[in-house]
Nanobody
């Protein structure tokens, strides 16, 4: 019911910054909690940051707290992940995800039923 498309990934040096975007198409974007998750080969998908329907609640993994910022622009059907002070450990495929409409604010991947295809972020040392 909602399709998600990430963009903005790339190759950066440690200490640099990237801004990821996720644009949604479909129904009820403004009623969905959204999130960013990341995954490396042969590892499980881990939460990076999540945001509730109106942006009044956010969650950050300890590993990115203070460096990353999640935000949303509901009229544009878009969420963002501003990533600063990037570390090699941040290298992963980053996925945008959405809950069902009016889904409860969550930090758990299983609560997010819609996923983008991902965008690669590579941080060199």
């Amino acid at each position: 019911q909602v399709q998600l498309a990430e963009s903005g990934g790339g190759l950066v040096q440690a200490g640099g910054s990237l801004r990821l975007s996720c644009t949604a198409s479909g129904n009820a974007f403004g009623s969905r909690a959204m999130g960013w998750f990341r995954q490396v080969p042969e590892r499980e998908r881990d939460v990076v940051a999540t945001i509730n329907w109106d942006g009044s609640r956010t969650y950050y993994a300890d590993s990115v707290k203070g460096r990353f910022t999640i935000s949303r622009d509901n009229p544009k059907d878009t969420i963002y992940l501003q990533m600063n002070t990037l570390k090699p450990e941040d290298t992963a495929v980053y996925y945008c995800a959405a809950t069902s409409p009016w889904g409860v604010f969550s930090t758990v991947a299983s609560d997010f039923g819609s996923w983008g295809r991902g965008t690669q972020v590579t941080v060199s040392s």
